[in-house]
């Protein structure tokens, strides 16, 4: 799948494919996977190969991940997934753009601290998800050596940190957090943490941290730290 800042992706039969509307089909022209945003059959395909190269990415990693195995798994013909996603890095990139969409909503409570606790318990339990947290690792290791996955997850965190910056900016016009704050830049300092906990070392990522990682954000917005200077 903060996968922004998290993500969840519902199994293929739990979407709704047909409400994205037909935007020609796959295979026509060279738009780049996750451009074109298909109805009908070519949705249930689509849906069924993110959900086989997910499983595959959560099972194996980046390194087993193979377009023929995919294609078997989601009973979709061959042909059909190298024509429409050409490469194991297309495939990982259209992934990252259906976590972006089906992404839960950011949590409204009309609280900073209770917002951004939510955010950071919503990052520890994708990350810690049997499935979602493997598939994270495998896709953030592919970002570090394709820079179509890479766009592909700047993209991806981009969305999640847009849809939980306005608790911030919220706040901020209640007075509670100093004029300039950079809200963005608030929200991704309480998942920073918990990713690098994630990656570097072998520590619970349980309710805890999840304070911590809100509790030390928000400390630090109250502090100015966050508050965009003039060029």
Not at 71 to 78: F, I, L, Q, T, Y
Request: include cysteine; glycine fraction near 10%.
């Amino acid at each position: 799948m903060t996968l922004p800042s998290d993500a969840t992706i519902p199994p293929a039969d739990s979407r709704h494919p047909g409400d994205a509307g037909d935007a020609g089909g796959a295979g026509r022209g060279t738009a780049e996977p996750g451009t074109v945003r298909p109805g009908g059959r070519t949705a249930r395909v689509r849906a069924a190969v993110l959900e086989a190269g997910g499983d595959i990415l959560a099972e194996q990693g980046f390194h087993g991940l193979d377009l023929a195995d995919v294609a078997r798994r989601a009973e979709v013909g061959k042909t059909t997934v190298y024509r429409r996603w050409g490469t194991v890095d297309g495939l990982v990139a259209d992934l990252l753009t259906d976590m972006a969409e089906q992404s839960l909503p950011r949590t409204d409570t009309g609280s900073l601290e209770e917002d951004l606790l939510a955010n950071a318990r919503l990052v520890c339990r994708t990350l810690t998800d049997p499935r979602q947290g493997p598939l994270f690792k495998a896709v953030i290791a592919a970002a570090t050596g394709d820079a179509r996955t890479a766009a592909a997850l700047h993209r991806f965190y981009a969305v999640r940190v847009a849809q939980w910056a306005p608790c911030v900016q919220e706040a901020v016009e209640r007075g509670e957090l100093p004029e300039g704050t950079d809200a963005a830049e608030t929200v991704r300092a309480v998942s920073a943490p918990l990713y690098y906990r994630l990656l570097t070392t072998d520590a619970p990522l349980d309710d805890a941290a999840a304070r911590q990682a809100a509790a030390a954000a928000i400390a630090a917005a109250r502090a100015g730290a966050f508050v965009r200077t003039p060029l």
